[in-house]
């Protein structure tokens, strides 16, 4: 139903960033993503389509890409300052990972590589939580 609202009126805004959310709620991000930049190229000065845009964009794992359009919907709409707090979680994130891979390039590539880094007292990716926080699906 979304799609054939955007197909009669591709040039509206509104049915495409539901439709993007839509593919938001069943996992589609990439799609959703593809949808919900040209919502905010429709209309920019949108939050929630910013704050839309940013969640598909951090559940594909580019939390970089995702910060530009939490900050931006923050800046267009105080109501969205959840999104300055989401932005936060994405650095966290991204900061997470930053030190994952640096554990990683230590372990030796081997079997026993695991139990290097645990006798080093370090933390391997495989102790860290996986699976939660608010863009994983």
Request: hydrophobic share 35%.
């Amino acid at each position: 139903l979304l799609e054939q609202a955007v197909a009669q009126k591709p040039k509206e805004q509104r049915p495409r960033y539901y439709l993007g959310e839509a593919l938001l709620a069943i996992g589609d991000n990439a799609h959703a993503e593809e949808h919900l930049k040209l919502a905010v190229e429709q209309d920019p000065k949108s939050a929630a389509a910013q704050v839309a845009l940013a969640h598909a964009v951090a559940r594909q794992n580019r939390l970089d890409d995702a910060a530009p359009h939490f900050r931006e919907a923050a800046r267009l709409d105080p109501s969205y300052r959840d999104a300055l707090l989401e932005l936060a979680d994405v650095q966290q994130l991204a900061a997470h990972r930053v030190r994952n891979d640096g554990v990683r390039a230590r372990i030796a590539p081997t079997a026993g590589g695991q139990q290097k880094c645990r006798e080093k007292g370090e933390r391997s990716e495989m102790d860290s939580t996986h699976g939660s926080g608010p863009f994983t699906r």
